[in-house]
């Protein structure tokens, strides 16, 4: 089980505070939201509405934090690609990035991205052992159709994953439209009513403003107890608090405003908190995830989430400042990720594919992301078990200048020892005649195999066709 005391910034009474402070936020401040239907039933609820501003009352943002539930089944379309989030998991989960609007390509440089490299997006994640959720948004194409660009790129992702999925942000129509799409995928009406298959990440405009699209589809997802994760990414200094601590209250009060909302539309909707906020350059105002200090505004979050509410918690980590696939990707995607996940960060997002500070991708950054994880994976594992007096009769065994080579415990266990999936342990003239690669180099050669390899579809011809079907009269319609 994932502990939340592996790493703890704040203390009990550091924690209440930041709640106490949350409150008085949302209750004499509160938040805007920009949606009409979205106002009203936060107003049914028992919320101050004034315009656009909302502002919530302990008593209901209390209610609402104890009707998230602590954990909850995500289901693949393929139910062996089920899992448990929340309470109780056995290690973090993870889910792509998202919304690079470039791509890096070690032989050519940096290019836009294409509808063909979201297919083969959706397609490596597909074939990851460690990345456990499909689709969403990864790249945004510069050849995607104009007309209703959100079935093309669903309908890629039911063809190419069948792992719990990650939407996106629409209108109602959009999200209803998606949701049928997958049940046709499924083949199976109704199947959404019954189960938790996807969820949407959902960014408010900082500082405590919620947008109409946003709105619109946690609405949709909370009616048919879809899962919803508020992730809020503010800059400290600039849409958020300078200091840690405020930026810590601005994040919290900001996503939990969006836990109401949800809990008000059909209680016990799964809800995840996402913190995401940075600490930018503020030289130049731009955004940069890379910083400690980044680590620690969020990880006061992962604390209230996982100690304070008992809410699952989802953190960007594994992501990185750097343009390329080179040290410094590899040094800030690893301090990233290993802060999450020893804070007790239930789900990890952006480490499968994230440069340039969110703006791009890589299929090498993908690989780099999968092994990286695998890394911290074994290292939260921790020991395995071991039998005293074997080991004492081993070592007895073996004596002085004696081998471990054939040892029963050798022989039994070394096929469970870590290995990497693309950077060497090779001695050097091995690693010379085998043309003296480096990383990215070995990561490409590996994404090219695993998508030689993978079918074309993972959907039947029946299921094909009735999803070309729906998409085609979609479009028609428009």
């Not at 062996?80 to 109780?88: A, C, D, Q, R, Y």
């Not at 790129?153 to 129509?173: A, I, N």
């Not at 695993?450 to 028609?476: H, I, M, T, W, Y």
Request: hydrophobic share 40%.
């Amino acid at each position: 089980m994932l502990k939340s005391n592996r790493f703890r910034l704040a203390d009990d009474e550091m924690l209440d505070q930041i709640h106490e402070a949350t409150v008085e936020v949302l209750e004499t401040c509160g938040v805007d939201f920009e949606d009409e239907t979205a106002r009203q039933i936060m107003k049914d609820g028992g919320c101050e509405v004034d315009g656009w501003r909302i502002k919530i009352p302990r008593a209901i943002l209390e209610k609402t934090i104890d009707q998230a539930p602590s954990s909850f089944m995500f289901h693949g379309r393929n139910e062996e690609k089920s899992f448990l989030v929340g309470e109780g998991q056995t290690r973090p989960h993870t889910d792509p990035s998202f919304g690079a609007v470039r791509i890096h390509d070690i032989k050519t440089g940096y290019r836009d991205c294409t509808m063909d490299d979201l297919t083969k997006f959706f397609t490596l994640i597909q074939s990851s052992d460690i990345c456990d959720i499909g689709g969403g948004w990864p790249v945004e194409p510069a050849d995607i159709p104009e007309k209703k660009p959100h079935l093309h790129v669903f309908r890629e992702m039911v063809r190419h994953t069948d792992k719990p999925l990650r939407s996106f942000v629409g209108t109602t129509e959009e999200v209803r439209e998606y949701f049928e799409l997958f049940e046709i995928a499924k083949g199976e009406k109704g199947y959404l009513d019954t189960h938790t298959c996807m969820f949407a990440s959902i960014n408010p405009v900082s500082p405590l403003t919620y947008a109409a699209f946003p709105l619109q589809t946690m609405i949709e997802h909370a009616r048919k107890k879809q899962a919803i994760c508020t992730l809020t990414c503010a800059m400290s200094g600039i849409s958020a608090p300078m200091s840690i601590m405020g930026a810590a209250v601005m994040q919290n009060a900001e996503m939990l405003a969006g836990n109401v909302l949800l809990q008000l539309v059909n209680p016990g909707t799964p809800y995840i908190m996402g913190p995401a906020s940075c600490r930018p350059d503020m030289k130049s105002g731009l955004y940069a995830n890379g910083s400690p200090e980044a680590n620690m505004i969020n990880g006061l979050s992962i604390q209230m989430a996982v100690e304070r509410y008992k809410i699952p918690v989802r953190i960007m980590a594994g992501i990185t400042d750097a343009k390329v696939v080179d040290a410094q990707a590899g040094m800030e995607t690893m301090q990233t990720l290993i802060h999450a996940v020893m804070a007790g960060a239930h789900w990890i997002h952006g480490c499968f594919g994230s440069l340039d500070s969110l703006n791009a991708t890589s299929f090498e950054k993908i690989m780099l992301g999968e092994e990286a994880f695998s890394r911290v994976l074994r290292l939260l594992e921790g020991l395995r078990e071991w039998d005293k007096d074997t080991t004492v009769s081993e070592i007895v065994h073996a004596g002085p200048r004696g081998t471990y080579f054939m040892e029963p415990t050798t022989v039994t266990n070394f096929r469970n020892t870590w290995r990497p999936t693309v950077s060497t342990q090779e001695a050097y003239q091995n690693w010379a005649d085998a043309g003296a690669k480096d990383f990215s180099t070995m990561a490409r050669e590996r994404w090219e195999k695993l998508l030689a390899e993978a079918p074309e579809s993972l959907l039947d011809a029946d299921r094909e066709k009735a999803v070309n079907a729906f998409v085609e009269g979609k479009l028609s319609e428009a």
